[in-house]
């Protein structure tokens, strides 16, 4: 009996021991999911609040774009408004100046080597139409003079704030010349190909024998004729067959090495010009001259046929194109404003002052750096604080005074 009774009491204190330890491991385990089910209450709290203070910025934000739509809309309104009446001051400051304004300055042909005065006044009424049609065949057989800027094209902007960019009047390939020297240029086969080039990417690249400066180059009939200015040299007027890729001819020519031919341009230390009646330079022979002359070159030589005063002022004078044996010196202001035609030469006096065109080219960036003209196109090429500009014109024909 006794070993049956201690077995008895041995079991029922294991049970009670595994009982109790039951027990306990249940009391854990609910205090456990208790703590996990208070967690996930204070989740739920605060993802609720969340989400609440969620969507009470929804819809501030909400109203916040609805009143900036409104207040873009208004602005756009506004904007709309101040262009319409910019577009109506422009055209009425365009008319003032047209009615207000005086024409621009025609000069009198006045050749300073070679020949002299023209000496027409004393001669007889037959000599004089002699000597007109001799000096008429001898520089220029065109009759056209600008009439005004019948529209203008900003093509695209590429390049330094300074710089050139022209057109050969004998095929369609386009040249640029970024800022205001350098020895490379960049060739494109059209306008269309360059406005359509990423900068310069697509181009063919020219290196040149020597250095350009300013933007004062031209290119004529398959030739780039361009300024080489070194310390202590003569500027010289090189002649560059961009076919071969060689230097054709050099030509020298005395000008003290500080003058600029335009003083709101001070880096153009001369300019080449190409037109109907061929090649020009504009150029000042010595900083203390006034007024910019103009020579007349023969492109197949470099050889100076006829030198003239313009007596146009180089002051405030920004740029210059030829058309037809005429010389449009184009000014403006030191801190930019719209650039003008203020002053015209004719080599033939065929220009009065009462047909001289007024010529305000419209307000844009800053100021020209170079106005190239294309004779076959009858358009200027400008470069304009980087930007590259084409202005097509409208002519008439020359009154014969």
Same mark, same amino acid.
């Given at each position: 009996?006794?070993?049956?009774?201690?077995?008895?009491?041995?079991?029922?204190?294991?049970?009670?021991?595994?009982?109790?330890?039951?027990?306990?491991?249940?009391?854990?385990?609910?205090?456990?999911?208790?703590?996990?089910?208070?967690?996930?209450?204070?989740?739920?709290?605060?993802?609720?609040?969340?989400?609440?203070?969620?969507?009470?910025?929804?819809?501030?934000?909400?109203?916040?774009?609805?009143?900036?739509?409104?207040?873009?809309?208004?602005?756009?309104?506004?904007?709309?408004?101040?262009?319409?009446?910019?577009?109506?001051?422009?055209?009425?400051?365009?008319?003032?100046?047209?009615?207000?304004?005086?024409?621009?300055?025609?000069?009198?042909?006045?050749?300073?080597?070679?020949?002299?005065?023209?000496?027409?006044?004393?001669?007889?009424?037959?000599?004089?139409?002699?000597?007109?049609?001799?000096?008429?065949?001898?520089?220029?057989?065109?009759?056209?003079?600008?009439?005004?800027?019948?529209?203008?094209?900003?093509?695209?902007?590429?390049?330094?704030?300074?710089?050139?960019? #022209? %057109?050969? !009047? =004998?095929?369609?390939?386009?040249?640029? *010349?970024?800022?205001?020297?350098?020895?490379?240029?960049?060739?494109?086969?059209?306008?269309?190909?360059?406005?359509?080039?990423?900068?310069?990417?697509?181009?063919?690249?020219?290196?040149?024998?020597?250095?350009?400066?300013?933007?004062?180059?031209?290119?004529?009939?398959?030739?780039?004729?361009?300024?080489?200015?070194?310390?202590?040299?003569?500027?010289?007027?090189?002649?560059?067959?961009?076919?071969?890729?060689?230097?054709?001819?050099?030509?020298?020519?005395?000008?003290?090495?500080?003058?600029?031919?335009?003083?709101?341009?001070?880096?153009?230390?001369?300019?080449?010009?190409?037109?109907?009646?061929?090649?020009?330079?504009?150029?000042?022979?010595?900083?203390?001259?006034?007024?910019?002359?103009?020579?007349?070159?023969?492109?197949?030589?470099?050889?100076?046929?006829?030198?003239?005063? #313009? %007596?146009? !002022? =180089?002051?405030?004078?920004?740029?210059? *194109?030829?058309?037809?044996?005429?010389?449009?010196?184009?000014?403006?202001?030191?801190?930019?404003?719209?650039?003008?035609?203020?002053?015209?030469?004719?080599?033939?006096?065929?220009?009065?002052?009462?047909?001289?065109?007024?010529?305000?080219?419209?307000?844009?960036?800053?100021?020209?750096?170079?106005?190239?003209?294309?004779?076959?196109?009858?358009?200027?090429?400008?470069?304009?604080?980087?930007?590259?500009?084409?202005?097509?014109?409208?002519?008439?024909?020359?009154?014969?005074?």
């Amino acid at each position: 009996m006794k070993p049956v009774f201690v077995l008895l009491v041995s079991t029922a204190l294991s049970f009670t021991g595994a009982q109790h330890y039951y027990q306990g491991l249940m009391d854990y385990l609910e205090n456990r999911l208790s703590a996990i089910e208070d967690r996930m209450q204070l989740w739920h709290e605060q993802s609720h609040r969340y989400h609440t203070e969620m969507l009470d910025f929804k819809k501030l934000t909400a109203e916040a774009m609805n009143g900036l739509r409104n207040e873009h809309s208004v602005m756009f309104k506004d904007l709309e408004g101040a262009a319409v009446r910019v577009d109506r001051m422009e055209r009425e400051m365009d008319y003032v100046e047209a009615q207000t304004s005086p024409r621009a300055c025609a000069s009198k042909a006045d050749k300073v080597v070679e020949q002299g005065a023209w000496g027409l006044e004393s001669r007889g009424e037959e000599e004089q139409e002699e000597d007109w049609e001799e000096l008429h065949s001898k520089v220029s057989d065109c009759v056209d003079i600008i009439s005004g800027i019948r529209s203008v094209k900003i093509l695209k902007r590429v390049g330094s704030p300074k710089g050139m960019w #022209t %057109r050969d !009047p =004998r095929s369609s390939k386009v040249y640029v *010349f970024n800022e205001t020297s350098g020895d490379s240029i960049y060739q494109f086969n059209s306008v269309r190909d360059f406005s359509r080039s990423p900068g310069v990417a697509s181009s063919r690249q020219i290196k040149l024998p020597s250095e350009w400066s300013g933007p004062g180059s031209a290119v004529y009939d398959g030739y780039l004729y361009y300024i080489q200015q070194e310390a202590d040299m003569d500027m010289q007027v090189v002649k560059y067959d961009l076919l071969s890729g060689s230097v054709t001819d050099v030509a020298m020519f005395p000008v003290e090495s500080h003058a600029t031919v335009y003083s709101l341009n001070p880096e153009t230390v001369a300019d080449l010009a190409a037109d109907d009646e061929g090649l020009w330079l504009l150029y000042a022979n010595s900083d203390s001259e006034p007024n910019i002359n103009l020579a007349k070159m023969d492109p197949a030589t470099l050889d100076i046929e006829q030198i003239w005063d #313009t %007596r146009c !002022p =180089r002051e405030n004078a920004e740029a210059a *194109f030829v058309v037809c044996g005429t010389v449009y010196v184009v000014y403006n202001t030191r801190l930019a404003s719209r650039s003008r035609v203020q002053c015209l030469f004719d080599v033939n006096d065929m220009v009065i002052s009462q047909e001289a065109p007024l010529i305000y080219f419209p307000r844009r960036y800053g100021a020209h750096a170079s106005l190239k003209y294309n004779p076959e196109e009858r358009q200027l090429y400008g470069w304009d604080d980087g930007y590259q500009i084409i202005y097509r014109l409208t002519m008439k024909r020359k009154l014969l005074v």
